[in-house]
T-cell receptor
């Protein structure tokens, strides 16, 4: 069974500094996808970044980058130059396989607070 | 981009009544829809997967008779909470595979429904 683990319930970061949110996963499927989502207090799920299991390079999207270490089964999110608007809950998620019915399973989440 | 419209955004109902939540894909065909439940400050827990024209697949521990899911068309999936009780109060959110965005298909989420049972 697949499993996603986020061990940091809460994190603080000073505005303009970088922060790393940890995520480890466990799966026996060689084909999988890893996602990071941001959930502000409004509840909407905002897609941030995606990493496929066969991707050779770490994914980057603007201020977001994913530190993908396949052998260690970790997919940490790095947010550079933090902004006050980055304060939210962040979820790591995994999809196994490539089928149309691939479920997205979420980690426990990390609440990030950016200090001015 | 792909949009999933979820209604209502919030609902308050009396204990014992049923509540229906709708998710519509506006500009794509959602053959598969996922329904999640989220308690405050907790993770999204997958409740069930619905496929158009067939019965939903429920996750272990989810009461299928209490949470009725119907996916009658390629653009509409509904979740009905039957005989709701205060412990059913939660944030319910749907998600559809939209096959756009990230490689091998991304997911588009509805805006969520906050259910309060009094």
């Amino acid at each position: 069974a697949q499993k996603i683990t986020q061990t940091q319930p809460g994190m603080f970061v000073q505005e303009k500094e970088a922060v790393t949110l940890d995520c480890t996963y466990d799966t026996s499927d060689p084909s999988y996808g890893l996602f990071w989502y941001k959930q502000p207090s409004s509840g909407e799920m905002i897609f941030l970044i995606y990493q496929g299991s066969y991707d050779q390079q770490n994914a980057t999207e603007g201020r977001y980058s994913l530190n993908f270490q396949k052998a260690r089964k970790s997919a940490n999110l790095v947010i550079s130059a933090s902004q006050l608007g980055d304060s939210a809950m962040y979820f790591c998620a995994m999809r196994e396989g490539t089928s149309n019915t691939g479920k997205l399973i979420f980690g426990q989440g990390t609440t990030l607070q950016v200090k001015p | 981009g792909a949009v999933v419209s979820q209604h209502p955004s919030w609902v308050i109902c009396k204990s014992g009544t049923s509540v229906k939540i709708e998710c519509r894909s506006l500009d794509f065909q959602a053959t598969t829809m996922f329904w999640y439940r989220q308690f405050p400050k907790q993770s999204l827990m997958l409740m069930a997967t619905s496929n158009e024209g067939s019965k939903a697949t429920y996750e272990q521990g989810v009461e299928k008779d209490k949470f009725l899911i119907n996916h009658a068309s390629l653009t509409l999936s509904t979740l009905t909470v039957t005989s709701a009780h205060p412990e059913d109060s939660s944030f319910y959110i749907c998600s559809a595979r939209d096959w756009t965005g990230p490689s091998l298909g991304g997911y588009t989420f509805g805006s969520g429904t906050r259910l309060t049972v009094v």
